[in-house]
């Protein structure tokens, strides 16, 4: 009876052990997936070649702004080339798409011209409104270069409403709130480059 418990507690002990090393394991290798996937999404709007500093560690914490539609803070990331400033990415939110939050990365150069937006998450209707990822439409890509002064800040909105950017047949909502949220964010860097880029 003394030794099945001794075995029992052995193999508990033993049992316990390895599920917390593969857990911790695990844990790293998750983290370092995120790492490399977020590295991938802040190179599609800024190649490496236009940088030369650890951009994932080059952040910068800001409070939450209703310009780039949150109410938490979230994290700018910079980037660099031998040591003057190139472009903040920033992570933005579309609070209003068709069918809720729009997160975007917003890639933002020092001169104020956009780098690029990416799509991250969103619930758009499948065949309409998810158009807006880079898988499916290069619609993204007409933010490309602009800035507040191109177009002119009036035009910043879809044809429908009189302005540059493209809408889709049957899903207006959508696009309109990217457009508007991709503004928002140029005007949050606008107001701020100066602290970004301390």
């Known amino acids: 009876m003394l030794l099945s418990g001794l075995f029992l507690c052995l193999f508990a002990i033993a049992g316990t ?47 939450a702004s209703e310009l780039l539609g949150t109410d938490e803070p979230s994290l700018v990331y910079r980037a660099r080339y031998r040591g003057d400033p190139v472009a903040a990415i920033f992570n933005s939110i579309a609070p209003n798409g068709y069918s809720g939050k729009i997160h975007l990365l917003v890639g933002v150069y020092f001169d104020g011209s956009i780098a690029g937006v990416r799509v991250l998450k969103h619930s758009e209707t499948p065949g309409l409104g998810d158009a807006i990822e ?15 002064g191109n177009p002119p800040r009036a035009q910043w909105l879809v044809k429908r409403d009189k302005g540059v950017y493209d809408q889709f047949t049957g899903a207006t909502i959508t696009p309109r709130a990217i457009v508007q949220a991709v503004k928002n964010t140029l005007l949050y860097y606008e107001q701020n480059v100066g602290k970004i880029f301390l």
């Open 17 to 63: 052990t390895f599920v917390a090393v593969t857990e911790n394991l695990a844990r790293e290798q998750i983290v370092e997936n995120e790492r490399r996937v977020l590295l991938r999404n802040l190179h599609a709007l800024l190649p490496e070649e236009k940088l030369d500093n650890n951009i994932v560690a080059d952040t910068l914490r800001i409070q």
């Open 134 to 148: 880079i898988r499916k439409s290069d619609w993204v890509l007409d933010f490309d270069g602009r800035s507040l």
